[in-house]
């Protein structure tokens, strides 16, 4: 439930098309409800904009089918991160209507696709093994009201690609970056632009990539003021990033 | 010089308000002027809507003397952040109408204080220790056109600080914290508002802070989605990365 | 054999109940006793007050069943902590009693429920993906003597499930927090309260989670004075702390 | 002000014997006053048992003795942690009842000396170079209202030593240990006595002590369940911990 | 062949009972043999006193079992460390007289039993989970020519374990000592002994042991001056370092 | 299509030899081509002087055989790397010609034969367990016109191994050092020869080797003024380094 | 004393131009020379093509001024890196003809200033604060008898600056790129040329760059194939390399 | 005392040479006398054949006085470690005897010169850097009554150095390498010779050495089987370690 659906359902008791216990029997969620396991937040999306999401990582298949169930049967959209095959098997063959991304594990629940971010979110990565990542910031911008450009495979060593892409990256009103190895495209597209970079720095590569721990470093590092930085391979926490910025209400501030 | 700057500077052209000549002077130096050990950049303003900032921590002060003298002749706000006690005092003695901010090591030429940025940036600080990357922040933000909302030595350990000040957190649109020691403000921040969250580790702590290492640790890793992080200490960073989201023309995208 | 049986024994010998030879039988065990790669140390539970414990982790299932089979002989409560799905099935199958705690891996024989310990213990976890290392701590705690609070999934990112939780922090005595990612739910419980707090850094998360290195840090930085920390994901170390705190013997002292 | 304080005050308003208004002067303070710089939190004492600590370090001379003016006007302990030669000069000019304990840089203002805490302290450090970590402790838990025992330098290379502080040791009921290089001795002692047990690593040493991590990571893997670690040369969080345990009103739950 | 198989060689030579061609075949795979991906080093045994020993980790079955043939020819010892189960499968099938160690994965030809080393060699564990290292560091000096003295399972929580055994300690000549967690044992053993003492750290434990880094530190940070220390589960190592110390030829110097 | 190639073309056409819809169709490729998931990039042979190589990790079978059938349309040489069980398999069903190098995982189309690199490049390696890496470095030296001479197991353990092995060192041009363990070989090499030295640590080790971190460091130390380093395991990018200085256009500027 | 220096000389003996004596007296240094703290080494610039250089850091001035005066007296280019105000002042005022060069610390003899390296190395550094790094690497080059194009500050923040130096960069024969930060320089100027390119992480930098650190591993990262690394600050050690590459001998293998 | 005067002590009681109250004075100190701030083990020479040994690091200058008076009064030999200007100028105006080791800070008193070790140490450096960690395991050595080889600066990168100093090399029983860098001495000196060998890491270094980190890693990793590590810097442990090893009655086992 989120601002606008609450709004709606208390101008509806106002004006008498909706009875007290109806409204009630929506409302009598909040805050949380307790699976005992987990404390189920219907209430996040209210605060943050944001519609609920379940990390699958560290949950057994059956508590995230439980978790699931919960908040689709009061909220619109629903995203499941992380989901590994055991996970996803189940999810999809319990819950109907799921998208399942086997690249990145997600799986998104899309029944109200408006659009309510503030300007398009470009999704950009260095090479296709970058690309996981990617695939979880898109779907995350997308299923919380966001449009998304993707641009893939347009690391520096080949920076005649990336010159290419400069007209599509100037549509963008913020900009997410996923890099593995040095993680170098960050600092230069964060001086191609003067808009919002969150960057994504990616487990992807080998030889002194460790993991993404030299991209983290890198990108934390970078001479281009103003990038800031999420944990490795979180490309969910940069769509959320992303998502604060262009959300409509902050925007109003 | 900045984008509005140049658009005055050529509709001037155009009106005959200004000759040629006269133009060809100002622009001259653009895209950058060579000094030897330094490329001085006048069109960073023009391309990112910042204006020019000088790091001096790591030149000697003759050479961040020279700079400023180049930047100071094109542009109306100029910025040195770092300095230490040689270098703050050549730049005081040699220039006028610098601010100096001790705890930071900034100075601050404002002579342009017209606020472009869209929506008022809070800088919240943990604890006392804090201040001085606080301190950079905001004296960035400033100058750099926003207004600035300081709450200081609100750290979680005694959330009641934090909650007083709850109201005033609320009027921001972007929001930059810089904690110390585990750094936890930023997640609970991060929980309590759905605005953009930039954290900044810093170095002030003791016992396993690490010198800033654990803060940045744990605010990449952040339960509160959509967090995102700069380097240790650099309060000017994160000053920039809020520049970005509040700027208008990209807030008109 | 705890204190209190040594006493008993020791007083029924001098009351003529039990003659000199039965004793021996009895003590004889002690110090220890030689399995040749193992020594079996009864008399732990007499110098520290903590029935034996056995570490399945990096023995054969062989080498423990030996193992507890000597414990249980002479003990009446036996803990083994981290089997693994062989072990867990060869104890089961050869020792009759065996409570298996499947997530943390915890296998329990609770003959003895005297509840020893003075005050209960507040076992308190921020995420569905710690419950494995609150159930070890929980599991550890009562066998050894103690009444144990559960509270789950309460972690800072929504500050109003841990303030609805407040009350039945109050009744522990002593409190142990779980917790992965950043870790900060240690340091807000360490203000909330003035009981003792033990944290456990979980190795659940990512991003930058490290395996639990970040919240280790973050626990070890905690800006709430007092706060002290074990090993990741050792809720089995946590609960020892808390027992020995909550002794009665200790706390007659 | 502590909650004895408190009750006194309010139990003379209900007796008549203090008037609203001149409760009210002493209250109003409450819950913390705003020196711009820093929040100067009244109610610490009141929540966790614990007078008003300043951590000098990071703090300017005059920020810490505003800081000690305001709080020894309500208060009758304080305690400043980490003074260098310029703050404890500064300090002792202005305040008198200054102690000052030049190895660890604490000043104390103990006026009232009344024991609160049930049990002795243990207060036990490796060798000489430990001994500015114990002092710290040790002034912290006796300001705090608790008796301490203090053994200096039984390291582990020399048994013997510690052998013969064994009777010493059975008559407290909390030991905090202090140890850098391998910090074995938390280990030795943690497997000597049944009572909690809180580690602080020191960054004393050489070779591979590596500023106390080797003895943090050492105290943290011990294998002597239930030792409870604080980061490196933190005496004051041991001794805060400490206290937590001791304090009456925690052991009455 | 060692130095005592040459001089003998030599002096039937110089005697006559063996001529000049049949002694050239023995010696002539010296200074070593290509196999083409590995150089087979006959004299490394005349240079150092130690049999060849195959490290099979990182080599494929049929690259181990075609070294070990060579070997086997011309030596009377061959040691095999670190096999898989593949790896020593073929090995024991193909090559009559192996005995192999399941917990090591180390596969011994010992046909030449001679006693060379001048004293006994204790290996000392700390726990159940370091017999593993400790079998390595027992059958290498073993098939080394040495006597060894097992001792296992003396950790210094529980210390009268370790007192227990301070006889069989004292008549060893050198000391290994192999341990994980925090690797306490080494500092205890070191302090108790003036021998030459060798510490193992080992990869067994959890909750801070990182795969034995943490007692690697804490032995080279050991307060015991003399303690020695080689790499993580380096049991081959230490025995080796030991052969060094107990070899006669070197004791004679 | 390299530089001969694109000049060859270019004559073609002004000669009259090639009509200009034909060159375009060579040409039209160029800069790179969008697969959608990866842009192609024809022209990296042209500006690096190396054929266009594929990094199968991180990649599905599928994305790997679609490059490189579209490489295989314009180019003679290609290189895959790192194959695992499954890619290499679908390359060597779906494309005839591969060369499969199953130590290291790499694929090799190499039609083109022609030696283009001045000097031949000596590939050492320290070890059995070394060559894997060894052989990535000289699979891609020769795919991109390069002589190699191969030089295994000459660790420093042995030195009179490295010593026999002199004579050939001595006929490279430049050099490549691939050692685990501590990497000493690249400072004893780099001290024998004057020729440039590349290093490459690789993961072979164990002990204290921490998969490579240990060589790698100790290789960017060494102790031989001019030897350079690459990542971890990094043959490939050694290879490139040399081919970078044994190139014939480089050569002749 | 040089190759050609020594052919000369043998040259003159075979001619009878410098009788036997004579050279030996020249020869006799050979192969080095004690001076009880230190081995003179007069031949490294026979072997390696290099001259004599002392690294004055962890020296004495005298130590460093006796090695000098040793080295002169037979070579006539010596080179000191390292130096601090300490030792530069000794050595300017004892020994004729020094050039000091106090960003980096290096004092250079440059006596024979002819041209041996084949090609011109390009120095190139991101910002002002890597110049004394580059500095190092040039005033090297030079003394070894190499040409040197220096590019300062363009850093990949400004690709602008980067792209209008690019003729210069195309006439070196190898790059040294000198960068801090991220140091993602290294990636771009690697992508730019297919020059071999020599990269040297600085310690300049704040924030996340860790003292070169984090460039360090960024640059072991490089997506750039062919791209090698030596330590950090280490424009000494990138020179040698460049000059291995660039010596006519090798060339003319 | 050391075992021999104890053993003269007792005989003389046995003989009537020396009355009961004499003796009684003489061992009445042991086991070990309080000064407050430190025990004073008078008995470790007689466990370990060591002399006490003070490590004034860490300690005031008044501490290593006391204890340096009290150790006087009893023992022959003292030595104190890692004094700095201030403490040495104590100790050396107030004790006479006093040898004074500037390089390593180490002061000597050295009243007995009875050469006890059975075999010579060889102490080995790479550099002149490395030189104050050689001086303090040499008077270390030598103060403990052994005959030291003092070999310096003899590094792999000149081979041949090494080569000549081989001979003094064999005459050796035991050997120390201290080295920085990448310390791949260790690795050669290891292989070359069959006598124990111990390895310092030094701090000495740059580039890559990280103060003596590298260097310790690849001395752990070393190829050479049987070396092994002391911590960084830690001349006096390698020391302490030979000694052992050489110590007659140990030899005797």
Redesign the interface.
């Known amino acids: 439930m989120n601002q606008e659906q609450l709004r709606t359902l208390l101008e509806q008791v106002r004006e008498g098309a909706l009875d007290v216990d109806a409204a009630m029997a929506r409302v009598r969620h909040m805050?949380?409800e307790d699976l005992?396991?987990?404390?189920v937040?219907h209430?996040?999306e209210l605060?943050?904009?944001?519609p609920e999401?379940i990390?699958a990582?560290?949950?057994t298949p059956q508590?995230v089918l439980a978790i699931a169930q919960r908040l689709l049967a009061v909220s619109q959209n629903v995203l499941i991160t992380?989901t590994n095959a055991e996970s996803s098997a189940v999810i999809q063959k319990n819950l109907p209507g799921a998208e399942h991304f086997p690249l990145s594990g997600a799986i998104r629940f899309w029944r109200d696709k408006t659009v309510r971010g503030?300007?398009?979110i470009a999704v950009i990565c260095?090479?296709?093994?970058d690309?996981p990542v990617a695939e979880e910031a898109q779907v995350t911008a997308e299923v919380m009201g966001n449009e998304v450009i993707a641009i893939?495979?347009?690391?520096?060593?080949?920076?005649?690609?990336l010159m290419?892409n400069r007209e599509r990256l100037s549509?963008?009103?913020?900009v997410v970056v996923c890099a593995g190895?040095?993680?170098?495209l960050a600092?230069?597209i964060?001086?191609?632009t003067?808009?919002?970079?969150?960057a994504v720095p990616t487990s992807?590569?080998?030889?002194?990539?460790?993991g993404g721990?030299?991209?983290?470093?890198?990108?934390?590092?970078?001479?281009?003021?103003?990038?800031?930085?999420?944990?490795?391979?979180?490309g969910?926490?940069?769509a959320?990033?992303l998502?604060?910025?262009c959300?409509q209400?902050?925007?109003r501030?």
Chains 1, 2, 3, 4, 5, 6, 7, 8 share one sequence.
């Open positions: 805050p949380f005992g396991f987990a404390k937040d209430h996040r605060r943050h904009g944001m999401v990390l990582q560290g949950k508590q992380r503030k300007g398009k260095a090479g296709t093994s690309i893939h495979d347009i690391g520096v060593a080949g920076m005649h690609r290419s549509e963008a009103r913020v190895m040095e993680g170098a600092s230069v964060g001086g191609m003067g808009a919002p970079v969150v992807a590569g080998y030889g002194a990539s460790f721990v030299t991209a983290l470093l890198a990108m934390l590092a970078s001479c281009a003021a103003g990038v800031t930085v999420v944990g490795i391979d979180n969910f926490g940069a959320c990033a998502v604060r910025i959300d209400r902050a925007a501030a």
